[in-house]
């Protein structure tokens, strides 16, 4: 995880980059002490899944910088229209543990659900907006599933109880997934006044209101608190 680049989505709508010049940057961070990380027994699959895992449901880096933030705009700028079809976006499955484990998708868009694993997992998720599902996955099998609405979705593997994913359906183009280092970035904003939220798997949401600027790129910090 560590080194991960920091995540944009641009793909599936018109690429906002080429219509405003400003950009957000910004740091996701954990205030006040951080949980000591978690490890659990692994007692079936070993031989794939490992003895142990690190519950990887808040991973906080030694400044602070929280990983796997989901960022984006409450009130986005409108963008061009774009009649490009959305990608496709992958999530595998390695040693038992989703990855990536946060992705975000355009609405209407694609993940396809790898398994790099030897053994049988299942992909489970009981979503609001979006459709249900609950597949079992031999090795090698790729499961394409369609988001058609806006939501945070879990999905989990009922044989491997820690095994935990988030697909995050996104309403707009401006969302981002914070890097290892907390680190986020919103590019092609034009000037403006914006609510900006976040949200992360263990410590729930939190927003900031920031000013925009142009030429940017403005920098601001998202603070999220321990629960
Ligand atoms: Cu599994």
Same mark, same amino acid.
């Given at each position: 995880?560590?080194?991960?680049?920091?995540?944009?989505?641009?793909?599936?709508?018109?690429t906002?980059?080429?219509?405003? $010049? &400003?950009? =957000?940057?910004?740091? #996701?961070? @954990?205030?006040?002490?951080?949980?000591? *990380? /978690?490890?659990? !027994?692994?007692?079936?699959?070993?031989?794939?899944?490992g003895?142990?895992?690190?519950?990887e449901?808040?991973v906080?880096?030694?400044? $602070? &910088?929280? =990983?796997?933030?989901? #960022?984006? @705009?409450?009130?986005?700028?409108?963008? *061009? /229209?774009?009649? !490009?079809?959305?990608?496709?976006?992958a999530?595998?499955?390695?040693?038992?543990?989703?990855?990536?484990?946060?992705?975000?998708?355009?609405? &209407?868009?694609?993940?396809?659900?790898?398994?790099?694993?030897?053994?049988?997992?299942?992909?489970?998720?009981?979503?609001?907006?979006?459709?249900?599902?609950?597949?079992?996955?031999?090795?090698?099998?790729?499961?394409?599933?369609?988001?058609?609405?806006?939501?945070?979705?879990?999905?989990?593997?009922?044989?491997?109880?820690?095994?935990?994913g988030?697909?995050?359906?996104?309403?707009?183009?401006?969302?981002?997934?914070?890097?290892?280092?907390?680190?986020?970035?919103?590019?092609g904003?034009?000037?403006?006044r914006?609510?900006?939220?976040?949200?992360?798997?263990?410590?729930?949401?939190?927003?900031?209101?920031?000013?925009?600027?142009?030429?940017?790129?403005?920098?601001?910090?998202?603070?999220m608190?321990?629960?």
């Amino acid at each position: 995880m560590l080194g991960a680049v920091v995540l944009t989505l641009v793909g599936g709508f018109p690429t906002p980059r080429a219509a405003w $010049g &400003g950009s =957000l940057k910004g740091t #996701v961070v @954990l205030k006040g002490t951080t949980p000591a *990380p /978690r490890k659990l !027994a692994v007692t079936i699959d070993q031989y794939v899944c490992g003895k142990e895992k690190n519950v990887e449901d808040l991973v906080v880096s030694p400044q $602070g &910088g929280v =990983l796997n933030a989901v #960022v984006w @705009l409450d009130n986005p700028p409108a963008s *061009p /229209r774009n009649d !490009a079809p959305p990608p496709a976006i992958a999530m595998d499955q390695k040693e038992c543990t989703f990855v990536p484990r946060v992705v975000v998708v355009p609405a &209407g868009g694609r993940i396809d659900f790898l398994n790099s694993d030897r053994l049988l997992h299942n992909l489970h998720s009981t979503p609001n907006a979006n459709p249900a599902f609950n597949r079992t996955q031999p090795r090698g099998r790729a499961i394409p599933i369609t988001f058609p609405h806006p939501e945070i979705v879990r999905v989990s593997c009922d044989l491997h109880s820690w095994m935990r994913g988030w697909v995050v359906v996104a309403a707009h183009p401006f969302y981002a997934v914070s890097d290892a280092g907390g680190q986020f970035e919103l590019p092609g904003l034009p000037p403006g006044r914006y609510t900006v939220r976040v949200w992360q798997e263990r410590l729930g949401t939190a927003s900031s209101e920031i000013v925009v600027a142009d030429p940017g790129p403005t920098t601001m910090t998202l603070e999220m608190t321990a629960r």
